[in-house]
């Protein structure tokens, strides 16, 4: 059968899974059960929780008997790893853009590498729908973006159609009548080339991806380039370096619909799953012979963020969580890398913690919101961004940004972005809002988002994609307010809270148990601050009349993993269960802090 592969990028939410659902619905792909489920390929807990899609992912349907695999990619730039990879398995990319929107930061990263990798790009305009759409304009920018980056004149002839993915709708041409999505399916049979298939030659397959399940362990998901393979056969490895080793299949798989499907034999063209081999790794060869030829080893940029993980040490251990000690967080990283590509972990013997590199803050708090949704207890510090040594000068990693903010606050925003050592190089009005292209150092960007959204009012949105390494941009000025640091063990009480609510918004509400170095608030002023939230008369219980109604304590600000990782200092660590998430000084103690700061100035 013939066998058509592409993937689908995009910039985040500019609507890939929701197009791929009306694909699989209108080929049947997606049984009648699931139907009132939206973007069904976004399988994940979290992926559902926030809305966006985490792991690439396959599927595949038929249409007008051919076999079509479809690989989901995500659009958020903390995964953008995911997407360079398994572009590798495919011949041809579904570039999504939005009708309002046009390319973002992260419709120039993807599509820079699928052009780089040759890959045939057909160009979706979707969300036609939308009151501000102007569909044409932002087909004028898309092929602005192909030749700023380099397309060949063939590349730039680009096929192109429009959609309305959330309604199963695809057209030709803007005023052909809204029917259903066949257009595009056709638009896709005729724009791409049916994957080559040389059975006959031996057998070559590249994995994209890993996947894990706990009764076959370790999966490797890829293309076959050639020839073809059965379950329980011996192959050989060949490692990134060109080194044999060799090892068996136990079962082979191939996509139907969403599902992974044991297959009796795979074949070239088809992207397929294997297991068996517990050491595979992304971009090896599996191969029915030690002579084959290695096929060309897959790159992935390197990790820009690193933080450390360590156990929970804070004198409430052990009493929310079940895997406490640092052996189980050594087997849980472990256990994380065999799938997650971009992830990388290096254990630090002397202190006894890992520092756990990354894409970006929300590729970490994915991993540590699952953790502790595993029942993990452990505590990790505040972002550290993973500086390179080019001819003995120190680079840095730089982003692209864009930021769309109302007109009326963009004064504040150009100073923010000027003072995290952002050069802005675009500045463009659209309605009443301010578009602003900049581009910053990712140390610049730790915190931003929660700064943009203060000064907005909520109303600012930011998005930013790794770019390049590039020189150090010199110092940037950290967090202007301090911490409030509670100095005692207890439980908080109403009326000390409200006389600390004078000082800075606080974290914790009545009631909750605290410890020394806890951090429970902020201090408005410049300088940490510790005090006592236990003081005064126990009034929780009872109500005098008079006094009590004084006590009108404003709702403490609700820390979540992201913002608590966003937030925290250099000092300071979040300590995560999996019912709370605190935040605290390293050093518990005031003394011990003093001491430490003392050491520091003298060095
Ligand atoms: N108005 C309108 N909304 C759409 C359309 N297609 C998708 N959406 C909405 O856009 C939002 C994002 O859609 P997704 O399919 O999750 O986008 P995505 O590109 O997969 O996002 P990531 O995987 O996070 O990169 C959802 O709320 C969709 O309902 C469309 O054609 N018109
Ligand atoms: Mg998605």
Do not use: W
Not at 26 to 38: H, L, P
Not at 331 to 341: G, Y
Not at 513 to 525: A, L, P, R, S, T
């Amino acid at each position: 059968m013939e066998i058509r592969n592409i993937a689908i990028i995009a910039h985040v939410d500019h609507g890939k899974t929701t197009l791929i659902d009306a694909l699989l619905r209108a080929t049947g792909a997606i049984s009648t059960r699931t139907e009132t489920v939206d973007c069904i390929m976004d399988s994940n807990d979290q992926e559902r929780e926030r809305g966006i899609t985490i792991f690439a992912k396959n599927a595949s349907l038929r249409y007008k008997g051919t076999k079509i695999n479809i690989v989901d990619t995500p659009g958020h730039a903390d995964f953008g790893s995911e997407v360079e990879r398994v572009l590798r398995s495919v011949d041809a990319a579904l570039l999504l853009v939005d009708a309002f929107e046009g390319p973002m930061p992260q419709t120039r990263f993807v599509l820079g590498k699928a052009l780089e990798l040759g890959l045939k790009i057909l160009v979706v305009i979707n969300k036609i729908d939308k009151p501000m759409a102007r569909p044409d304009t932002v087909l004028g920018m898309t092929l602005d973006l192909f030749d700023n980056l380099g397309a060949t004149e063939e590349q730039l002839d680009f096929a192109y159609i429009y959609t309305i993915a959330r309604d199963g709708v695809a057209i030709r041409s803007l005023d052909d009548p809204h029917k259903d999505i066949t257009p595009l399916l056709d638009f896709i049979m005729e724009n791409v080339q049916p994957a080559v298939a040389d059975t006959g030659k031996g057998f070559r397959m590249q994995p994209a991806a890993l996947a894990y399940d706990n009764y076959v362990g370790r999966i490797a998901v890829g293309r076959v380039y050639e020839g073809r393979m059965k379950g329980n056969m011996p192959v050989v490895v060949i490692d990134n370096n060109g080194v044999p080793r060799t090892a068996k299949t136990t079962k082979v798989y191939t996509f139907e619909g969403l599902e992974r499907v044991e297959a009796k034999e795979i074949f070239a063209g088809d992207i397929v799953a294997i297991a068996g081999i517990p050491d595979i790794y992304v971009g090896e060869t599996i191969a029915d012979s030690e002579d084959a030829v290695p096929l060309p080893a897959i790159r992935v940029d390197p990790p820009t963020l690193a933080m450390t993980f360590l156990i929970n040490n804070s004198p409430f251990s052990g009493r929310e969580g079940k895997f406490v000690t640092s052996r189980h967080l050594q087997a849980r990283l472990l256990k994380e890398t065999e799938s997650n590509v971009g992830l990388k972990i290096e254990q630090d013997l002397a202190t006894d913690s890992f520092r756990v590199m990354g894409r970006g803050e929300m590729h970490l708090a994915v991993l540590i919101e699952q953790m502790r949704r595993e029942s993990y207890e452990l505590q990790v510090s505040r972002p550290e961004v993973i500086m390179q040594e080019v001819n003995g000068k120190q680079y840095e990693p730089i982003e692209r940004g864009v930021i769309s903010v109302p007109e009326d606050v963009s004064g504040r925003i150009i100073e923010a972005i000027n003072i995290r050592r952002g050069n802005i190089d675009n500045m463009k009005t659209a309605g009443d809002r301010m578009i602003i292209e900049f581009d910053i150092p990712t140390r610049g960007l730790l915190g931003f988002r929660s700064a943009v959204l203060i000064m907005t009012h909520g109303e600012g949105v930011l998005y930013h994609t790794f770019d390049h390494y590039g020189p150090h941009r010199g110092q940037i000025k950290q967090r202007m307010v301090g911490s409030m640091i509670c100095g005692f063990n207890g439980t908080a009480c109403a009326f000390a809270l409200n006389n600390l609510q004078e000082r800075g918004p606080l974290f914790i509400a009545p009631g909750t148990e605290v410890y020394e170095g806890m951090i429970i608030g902020e201090h408005n002023k410049g300088a940490d601050l510790v005090v006592n939230p236990m003081k005064g008369k126990q009034l929780t219980n009872m109500r005098a009349a008079g006094s009590d109604d004084a006590i009108k304590l404003t709702p403490p600000i609700d820390m979540t993993l992201d913002g608590a990782i966003e937030y925290i200092q250099e000092d300071e660590y979040v300590e995560v269960t999996p019912s709370s998430i605190r935040l605290r000084k390293i050093l518990a103690s005031k003394i011990d802090r003093k001491r430490q700061l003392r050491k520091e100035r003298n060095a």
